[in-house]
T-cell receptor, first 116, second 114 residues
Framework: NAGVMQNPRHLVRRRGQEARLRCSPM?????VYWYRQLPEEGLKFMVY????????ESGMPKERFSAEFPKEGPSILRIQQVVRGDSAAYFC??????????????FGPGTRLTVL | AQTVTQSQPEMSVQEAETVTLSCTYDTSENNYYLFWYKQPPSRQMILVIR??????QNATENRFSVNFQKAAKSFSLKISDSQLGDTAMYFCAFMRAAGNKLTFGGGTRVLVKP
């Protein structure tokens, strides 16, 4: 059973371009979480999705950021008109059931976004 | 809102010795879960140990154990018989029992010296 997969592992964009980050959850997992890690900091929650639904987006910046988890295919985190402050590692995690009750979230290897 | 604080930015320990990492948190919840994650240079996040707040017994996983003090809102991690492969960033994290997101501390960098 493959783990959580994220691609690309490294992404370089110039200011003003769009960044699309992909996350394929573990097989059988229908819950996906996105976190952002700025340099020398801990991970910060961004958004929680189930198939075709956004459940909690309380950590998402109000502008330029969006996420989706379609019925078929990976979850996508999209950042429009990137700025240098968006440079960070973006982690995806998945779980087979809702992660409450302490159920483990399984993390992918992350995508490191660099904005020039 | 919950906050998690790790007051030690960096710690070093000799191989085979013991190191303890501190973590404190702030919450008004009564039922929650606490976690320690390891992030080696590969950046992969690996769950080390998990504690349920309603359980008084401290969790143990092989060489890793915790000291959970609910009243003090403290959750320290002890790494015994440290190995070179333990070199990594360690993050303490909190999750409400009815929640779905992890709140992480700022991390402690652990360096195991041969």
């Amino acid at each position: 059973n493959a783990g959580v997969m994220q691609n690309p592992r490294h992404l370089v964009r110039r200011r003003g371009q769009e960044a699309r980050l992909r996350c394929s959850p573990m097989k059988g997992h229908s819950h996906v979480y996105w976190y952002r890690q700025l340099p020398e900091e801990g991970l910060k929650f961004m958004v929680y999705l189930q198939k075709e639904n956004i459940i909690d987006e309380s950590g998402m910046p109000k502008e330029r950021f969006s996420a989706e988890f379609p019925k078929e295919g990976p979850s996508i985190l999209r950042i429009q008109q990137v700025v240098r402050g968006d440079s960070a590692a973006y982690f995806c995690a998945s779980s087979p059931v809702r992660s409450g009750q302490g159920n483990e979230q399984f993390f992918g290897p992350g995508t490191r976004l660099t904005v020039l | 809102a919950q906050t998690v604080t790790q007051s030690q930015p960096e710690m070093s320990v000799q191989e085979a010795e013991t190191v303890t990492l501190s973590c404190t948190y702030d919450t008004s919840e009564n039922n929650y879960y606490l976690f320690w994650y390891k992030q080696p240079p590969s950046r992969q996040m690996i769950l080390v140990i998990r504690q349920e707040a309603y359980k008084q017994q401290n969790a143990t996983e092989n060489r890793f154990s915790v000291n959970f003090q609910k009243a003090a809102k403290s959750f320290s991690l002890k790494i015994s018989d440290s190995q070179l492969g333990d070199t990594a960033m360690y993050f303490c994290a909190f999750m409400r029992a009815a929640g779905n997101k992890l709140t992480f501390g700022g991390g402690t960098r652990v360096l195991v010296k041969p």
